[in-house]
């Protein structure tokens, strides 16, 4: 599945955005989706998974109750929706998508097979 992310920007702290990771070449409902997120010189983090029915969402502690997860199946795409952003938000973010039924943690950035390209997301303070 290709996946093209989008939504991105430069905004203050405690603003909002939404992200948009639109998918194509497969059964978009196959698929588990994953946001990851990498801020320079640091490791590609885990932010949040959805299941491929969008029954079930789970979240890095840093980003509960900021941020929510959400797909259509129709429209073949993922949302992250950002709230309360902070500097410490300050990444480029990654979509990523999973099998449905792969075996492992959402957590783990091999279980993905195919990622976006990412969206430079920046929070200034």
């Known amino acids: 599945v290709q996946l093209q992310a989008s939504g991105g920007g430069l905004v203050q702290a405690g603003d909002s955005l939404r992200l948009s990771c639109a998918a194509s070449?497969?059964?978009?409902?196959?698929?588990?989706m994953g946001w990851f997120r990498q801020a320079p010189g640091k490791q590609r983090d885990f932010v949040a998974v959805?299941?491929?029915?969008?029954?079930?969402?789970y979240y890095a502690d840093s980003v509960e109750g900021r941020f929510t997860i959400s797909r259509d199946n129709v429209k073949n795409t993922v949302y992250l929706q950002m709230n309360s952003l902070k500097p410490e938000d300050t990444a480029v973010y990654y979509c990523?998508?999973?099998?449905?039924?792969?075996?492992?943690?959402?957590?783990?950035?091999?279980?993905?097979?195919?990622w976006g390209q990412g969206t430079q997301v920046t929070v200034s303070s």
């Open positions: 959805i299941r491929w029915d969008g029954d079930g969402t």
């Open positions: 990523a998508a999973a099998p449905a039924h792969s075996l492992g943690s959402f957590y783990d950035l091999t279980l993905y097979d195919s």
């Open positions: 070449g497969r059964t978009f409902s196959d698929y588990t």
